[in-house]
């Protein structure tokens, strides 16, 4: 794929500074861009890089653009308009339309005629495969579980019995949607199994990472809303809600029946418990365990969570902690000796 | 399924009060349920719930009944009670018995007739599946292993060589049985591969949850004791023995060597530093470290672990370290203007 | 395979004491070891199991020998010298070279003649398979993507389009080597997935755990240097790089972009934060989270993290904190006391 750098500033809606007849033909870092490539500056560590960059174009923002002299696309949001010229010029390495002749598919399964479907994959009875959808090599659909037209499950994926997936979906390899919740009523000392009979239904344009699992709902469903972004190695419990836009990094855990609001981030090796509640636009720093419900949104950190500014104050002091220790001795001592001088 | 209110109570070991007659078809939240379901009261939260609801049953004990005048099961343990109703109405959807053509089963391999083997499953030289278990799709059962009668792997489960499985476990997608422990001797900066020869038995009536790995004994085995249940993405490591009826939420890994007592709980993303032992009946607080050995049941929590009381009392001090790093300061100089005045 | 003690004592450099002929078929630990067995004792809890052991061999340091009158093998790393011993009497069971024909191998992917395909595995186009290598059952190696000589995947390992592993690599079940990085850029509340172009590059003798997922480069490569461990549920994000011969335990999360150096350790549940750079021989203690670059080498411990001995320091304190400010609490009443004294 090759395009001119007016073509790309005309798709990123950039304003074109320089040579727009240029002809680009792919993405690169900063460092590693030669004379057909493209790169982008976002923030201060990226600027250091810009004059020594060999790139063909470099997309920024004006007030990145300094005495840059090179030929540039200035955006407001460089990487978005990053993005979008990597969508164009890179497209992901689709496999050909069509059905594997290894795969297993129930006779009663329906699935669209211009989907891919990989090697050694298990579609069972009564699941349904939308127009365009990726099935990578080894997923294994369960019985009546639904992928959304375009979404596309890399190797190794299992979608349990029942479970929703919307349209132009992404799940990396090993991702287990609708695994059981951990469900059990002690009976003595020993636990029984309670049924998991919800279904995890997950919305349009949600990203789920390599071996991620999310459990089904005990008696209604998990829920992941549109537009979610999950990374790797999350796990989401039972009954839980994830909210329109939200990201969560890797590592994450979510307890059961708690609801994250929406366009929350959560940093990665975050903890929630469960049955709270997280509200809107709410920001938690990484390893913070959220351990109560947040109704205010803003940004949360420490172990158990607090704002995040009196949590910066109080992690300071963590460091001091022994020093300040050692001068409370020291000045009980000299309180203990001033007490000795009144008394006498 | 089918069965009236008196069945059910009779099946559960409650007391009826109202319409024994009353026929009902599934199991419901009490905000869902409709005149077929029965729902459950267990705590304060459903408490709220029972007035509005249109469950044809309700299951509760004597003491939240109040003035409730719908048809009730009375129940000592209404979780207890609600799981074996839901079993009843609800049983899981079981493959039917049978091999699917496409798995590939060795030639020496011992399966019992009446099991379910489905597609792409790969059984190896030696290993036993018994009566009545269902291995799913994409499982791989390495050689010389054994799962015992009506156990059940779903999808993409790998039990490896050699590790043994007991009767009536549950095993979610991608959980790994047997991989190697993380053993390595050095020589100078390199490391060199200690062979890991023991293998990981599992008990009866375990259940093991999405992407959960444990390891392969060193020289002796991993032992899962009977009842034992884990959640989603646990690190179990090499030699650890888990004990009767212990429950372990999502992310906990657990280092090598290390022995967790029976009834134990521990809760999400709990960590157990290797080589030490945890007394029967302790339950650990989620996000804890557990750093050294415990010995007495109880309550604990936090990083390094502490008594949950004690580590109530200090987590409290941590919001309110700013606070007392700065009346210490304001003590310093008071105390230094009081000596100044003494001198004088 | 069976050896006699003087063979072993020469395989493994150590110098032999006692009777050179005794046979020996196998390892064990000093608890479990019969007459036919070589044990080790490496420091203290070893130590004290010698004195009962039946073991036909023991090897120890000259240190630990003691009053032990059995046959032994002194050597200066009684751990490597029993690692090489281990691999010597118990080579792993290797699967026999050929490819089972439930294998899917693309027409132009090139698999050298004495490998090991197992069942149900897929190799996509233009893949290579290094000579000697085995493929578990149920892997799947991406289109272009290669595999070093003598390298072993275990089962249902994923490894991602034109990712790249060395020689004698060991992968262990369910782990996923290039799923995307976690890159998006926002276009309002709305994320907009950022084409992840890099592959993830691994160097010769590595090992990868169970279930651990390593992303690709955004725009250059993820890579991980020769002789690198990472035991299980590990995440390395995209663009990351770890130096050579460095251990990683489970559990633990490395965000984007970050270099961890040569020879390092990092304890289970350890959280690394994304662009920063660890330096060479640096040892993070377990659940620690690495907040900002390390440029010494030394112990770490603590969240954020500090020097391990500050750590310790302050570490004791967290559960002396509510002690602490109930005295502070004293001394303020003391002093407004004594203030009110002078006053008078």
């Given at each position: 794929?090759?395009?001119?750098?007016?073509?790309?500033?005309?798709?990123?809606?950039?304003?074109?500074r320089g040579?727009?007849?240029?002809?680009?033909?792919?993405?690169?870092?900063?460092?590693?861009?030669g004379?057909?490539d493209?790169?982008?500056?976002?923030?201060?560590?990226?600027?250091?890089?810009?004059?020594?960059?060999?790139?063909?174009?470099?997309?920024?923002?004006?007030?990145?653009?300094?005495?840059?002299?090179?030929?540039?696309?200035?955006?407001?949001?460089?990487r978005?308009?990053?993005?979008?010229?990597?969508?164009?010029?890179?497209?992901?390495?689709?496999?050909?339309?069509?059905?594997?002749?290894?795969?297993?598919?129930?006779?009663?399964?329906?699935?669209?005629?211009?989907?891919?479907?990989?090697?050694?994959?298990?579609?069972?009875?009564?699941?349904?495969?939308?127009?365009?959808?990726?099935?990578?090599?080894?997923?294994?659909?369960?019985?009546?579980?639904?992928?959304?037209?375009?979404?596309?499950?890399?190797?190794?994926?299992?979608?349990?019995?029942?479970?929703?997936?919307?349209?132009?979906c992404?799940?990396?390899?090993?991702?287990?949607?609708?695994?059981?919740?951990?469900?059990?009523?002690?009976?003595?000392?020993r636990?029984?199994?309670?049924?998991?009979?919800?279904?995890?239904?997950?919305?349009?344009?949600v990203?789920?990472?390599?071996?991620?699992?999310?459990?089904?709902?005990?008696?209604?469903?998990?829920?992941?809303e549109?537009?979610?972004?999950?990374?790797?190695?999350?796990?989401?419990?039972?009954?839980?809600?994830?909210?329109?836009?939200?990201?969560?990094?890797a590592?994450?855990?979510?307890?059961?029946?708690?609801?994250v609001?929406?366009?929350?981030?959560?940093?990665?090796?975050?903890?929630?418990?469960?049955?709270?509640?997280?509200?809107?636009?709410?920001?938690?720093?990484?390893?913070?365990?959220?351990?109560?419900?947040?109704?205010?949104?803003?940004?949360?950190?420490?172990?158990?969570?607090?704002?995040?500014?009196?949590?910066?104050?109080?992690a300071?002091?963590?460091?001091?902690?022994?020093?300040?220790?050692?001068?409370?001795?020291?000045?009980?001592?000299?309180?203990?000796?001033?007490?000795?001088?009144?008394?006498q």
């Amino acid at each position: 794929m090759t395009a001119t750098l007016a073509e790309l500033a005309r798709l990123c809606g950039g304003a074109l500074r320089g040579d727009g007849a240029r002809r680009i033909t792919g993405v690169a870092s900063l460092a590693s861009a030669g004379p057909c490539d493209i790169a982008f500056v976002a923030g201060g560590a990226f600027r250091d890089q810009l004059h020594g960059t060999r790139a063909g174009g470099v997309i920024l923002s004006a007030q990145d653009l300094g005495d840059y002299a090179g030929d540039v696309i200035l955006s407001d949001n460089p990487r978005l308009a990053f993005t979008r010229i990597a969508v164009l010029l890179h497209p992901p390495p689709r496999p050909p339309a069509g059905v594997h002749p290894s795969a297993v598919i129930a006779a009663d399964a329906v699935v669209a005629a211009d989907t891919a479907i990989g090697a050694q994959v298990v579609i069972e009875a009564g699941a349904r495969i939308g127009a365009g959808a990726i099935i990578g090599p080894g997923c294994v659909i369960g019985a009546g579980a639904e992928i959304g037209a375009g979404s596309w499950l890399h190797a190794n994926v299992v979608v349990a019995h029942g479970c929703l997936l919307g349209a132009r979906c992404v799940v990396h390899g090993g991702a287990v949607i609708g695994s059981d919740g951990f469900g059990f009523a002690r009976d003595g000392a020993r636990w029984e199994k309670t049924p998991q009979l919800g279904r995890v239904v997950v919305g349009d344009d949600v990203e789920i990472g390599a071996n991620t699992a999310i459990d089904r709902g005990a008696l209604d469903d998990t829920v992941i809303e549109r537009g979610v972004k999950l990374d790797n190695l999350i796990h989401v419990a039972h009954n839980c809600v994830i909210g329109e836009d939200t990201a969560i990094a890797a590592c994450v855990g979510i307890a059961g029946s708690t609801r994250v609001g929406k366009r929350c981030t959560l940093a990665g090796q975050v903890g929630v418990v469960g049955h709270i509640e997280i509200a809107d636009d709410v920001h938690v720093m990484g390893a913070a365990v959220v351990s109560h419900t947040i109704r205010e949104p803003g940004t949360y950190a420490g172990s158990p969570i607090e704002p995040y500014q009196d949590w910066l104050r109080n992690a300071v002091r963590m460091r001091q902690l022994d020093d300040l220790a050692r001068r409370l001795k020291k000045l009980e001592q000299r309180i203990a000796a001033l007490s000795e001088g009144e008394k006498q």
